[in-house]
């Protein structure tokens, strides 16, 4: 694990004596892979996962009820196990540790619109990194968001739920519109700091919808020196999406000092 109890505890805290609401979201981080590649091949060795994986859940679960965080997520993008029979046990067993909302993170839309048990949790999470085509292809990125939206609010009106966005983000890199899920350990490139920005924006924009009730950006470091124009990797501190997001949300800034064209 990434971090003690007691960080975890301290981290909720905080964020709270900031005004911020939390949210608790747990990965299962796999060596040069991703929690979308967890597969068993067999039923006693899934249940033995399961086993394993509620212990760690329940035992951040306790944390969060503890320190009242405003929301907890089961799961990140376990896209492979999603099927299996034991997560409403798993659900049940959270509910009786968490008494606040619920949710599990889908990956991508395809996903969130097979996963079984939406009616088990308070709201449907996903993750949004679709391929976004060219980066010079604006029109082309927001023709893609909106389709992507458009489903997430069929998908909202089929299972009667609110939708978080879980994560979406983009590398602060030259080509990152073609695979937004990439990292630098995957392909070196060149600083792309208004790219980042705009397509961040372009995603808030087709998410602002009366369905999708929250949207959580990838990514924000603890510490407090990371990111900065150079930077290549998902986090927007010290660049240009930082500014543009906080004009986004807080509406507390001049529009004539916006570093990315209108749209």
Known sequence: KDMSDDELGAAIRDAHALGLAVVVKPHVWVPNRWAGTIAMTSDRAWQKWFNNYRRELSRIALVAEMQGADALAIGTELSQTTQRPEWE?????TRGIYSGRLFYVAHNVEEAEKVPFWNELDAVGVSLYPPLGSDCDRDGWRMTMRAVADRLDALAARTAKPIIIGEVGLRSAQG??????????????????ALQAEVLLDWLSALDRPSIKGVLVWRWLTDPDAGGMADTDFTVQGKTAEHELMCAWTKNCDSSDSKVAAH
């Not at 046990?89 to 067993?93: K, N, P």
């Not at 990152?176 to 700091?193: D, F, I, Q, V, Y």
């Open 89 to 93: 046990a798993l659900i049940g067993d």
């Open 176 to 193: 990152a519109a073609a695979k937004p899920w990439e990292s630098p350990e995957e392909r070196a490139s060149n600083p792309a700091p």
